[in-house]
């Protein structure tokens, strides 16, 4: 899937490019990779990317335009999960114009295997200050900042813990070879993008038992999405 990504942001990775080198880093979870390009991408349904919606204000302080640089980082909720958090950072002290310059400079500070662990941090508590906010639009309420921290720290522990198994199986990696052994119980994730009569592919295969998995991506010629569905 990353390689799938990368070839289809090609003209978005260009600026920013050690950016996505650390958040693709092989060491980085998926799932928190996914939810680090999505929320320094810009493609969180945030309100001031929605031209439908007419009140702009944070659903937190109701003064401030809702943007993802004040959501994620400015916010004083925030600014105290950065500075109490497992890495106690003081956000509010690191240069920045956008999410992405911050998080390069807060990379700054670290380097090897502490930087892949903050990354992973940093990925784990921006997914809860969203999981926050929309508990805060859907019921009004959230959780006090203590537990909101301890969810934090505990779904950080519980990434790392994946991270390590999936290199350890990782050695054990089955090649992809077109078709699964017929005495293991094996299942496919299938996805296609297509786009002006070109069309990205990707397999992931799946080991149900051992959990151990290959991929397999291409790029080739479609007349339709249909066609590059099929």
């Known amino acids: 899937m990353r390689k799938v990504y990368e070839m289809d942001q090609q003209h978005r990775f260009k600026d920013f490019n050690i950016i996505w080198k650390h958040i693709w880093h092989p060491k980085i979870q998926p799932r ?13 349904p945030i309100k001031i ?27 004083p909720f925030s600014l105290y999960l ?20 911050f998080l390069v400079n807060l990379l700054r500070s670290f380097t090897g295997e502490e ?10 508590q921006v997914e809860e200050v969203w999981t926050q ?8 309420k959230m959780y006090q900042p203590g537990a909101i921290i301890a969810c934090i720290d505990a779904k950080f522990i519980k990434t790392i813990e994946v991270s390590t198994e999936r290199e350890r199986l990782e050695l ?15 299942f496919f994730l299938i996805d296609a993008s297509w786009k002006e009569g070109s069309t ?20 080739t010629i479609a007349y339709s999405a249909l066609d590059a569905e099929i």
């Open 32 to 44: 928190v990779a996914l939810f680090l390009w999505r929320c320094f991408n810009d493609e969180l």
């Open 49 to 75: 990317k929605l031209p439908f919606v007419k009140e702009k204000d944070y659903f937190f302080c109701q003064v401030d335009v809702e943007d993802g640089l004040h959501l994620f980082r400015d916010y």
């Open 82 to 101: 950065w500075y109490d958090g497992m890495f106690n950072c003081r956000a509010n002290c690191i240069p920045r114009e956008n999410l992405k310059e």
């Open 115 to 124: 930087s892949h662990r903050v990354l992973m941090y940093v990925g784990c």
């Open 133 to 140: 906010r929309n508990l805060m639009r859907l019921i009004g």
């Open 172 to 186: 054990n990696r089955v090649d992809f070879s077109g078709k699964p052994w017929k005495n293991y119980d094996y």
């Open 200 to 219: 990205r592919l990707v397999v992931i295969m799946i080991h149900r038992i051992s959990r151990r998995w290959a991929t397999n991506s291409c790029c």
